[in-house]
């Protein structure tokens, strides 16, 4: 008898605790890669000095990462469509590992750059599936109590990861903080071929006769992203004309990022992004305020790492330490919040967080 793969199958195979146990699966590969993102800052200043970089060079251990999972998460919905569930995100965890195991072992300041593109890659595909899943899994009434306990248990790894990655960097140094990721990934793996469905989004087959990849619109994407970051480095410490050039090509390459993706869309292409979403006032507003909150949070998980250790002279430890109390609360309150957000209006919620925030 063949196991069930589809999600009706396994929802018939493992009872009413199986959409529990499917979002225990993705919240353990998304704990791995938002870990990854976050748990190599306590490592800079100490990767800074094997390597004798400067910051300019340092932070692009972190904003490599940032790039190329910001460029693959438009990607998510191909890679579903083509492979199904199962396959993209064991992928995922694959590489993400893959890449945990090469950072570790890295000599060279580029290959330890290399390996963070390739867990920021494998990162970016793996954001989108959750909040997919629990579309498909759960019940409107109870996909707030879902993202509140998927959210309380994501952010734990911002929260833990930094205290022990601290204290990992005081012991080991900073090639331990790369085979954090290893165990989750292993579990995550395991789970994933028990739970995880293997149809694409919709419960279809997945296909690979699909429609292709708008490689055109992932070049502009990537290359806009690079240049924005690359020219506001220079901005603020480098050459003032090469920095205009950076951030000119950047501006220009997202316009016209932006004008093929709506040129696909209006002649019936698949684009990356679909631009008519913003159409819709209350997905326009949530990407604004996702668009705020990420920039506080992923600012500050890599300034104050970098500040503590640099300007404070604290040990990786201690700066690990300094910064657990607020990931614990933050773990809480999501919990909490995701049981109001069944109860309460959205936008009550929302104004409460941004004004804590600010």
Known sequence: MSRPATLPELQAHYGERYRWLLLLSVMIGTMASIMSSTIVNVAIP??????ALGQARAQWV????????TVSMLTTPWLLGRYGYRRTYVGCMLLLMAGGIVGGFSNLFG???AARVAEGLAAGVVQPIPAIIIM??????????????FGMGVVL??????????VLVDLFGWRSIFFMVVPLCIASLYMAYRYVPTTAPGGVAASRNGG????RGLLMGAVGTLCLLNGMVELHGGNATQAAVLLAIAAATLLLFVWWQARLGATGGAPLMNLALFGYRQFAMGSIVAFIYGTALFGSTYLLPVYMQLGLQLSASHVGTILLPAGLVLAVTIAFVGR??????TWLLVSIGLGLLA
């Open 136 to 149: 498909r899994a759960f019940a409107p009434h109870e996909q707030g109590r879902a993202s509140g306990f």
């Open 340 to 345: 109001l957000a069944d109860k309460q209006p």
């Open 111 to 113: 290959l330890v750059l």
């Open 62 to 69: 972190s904003s490599g990462f940032m790039v190329a999972m």
């Open 157 to 166: 790894a911002p929260a833990l990861g930094p205290s022990v990655g601290g």
């Open 46 to 51: 100490d990767m800074s000095h094997y390597f």
């Open 212 to 215: 292709s990849l708008d490689w």
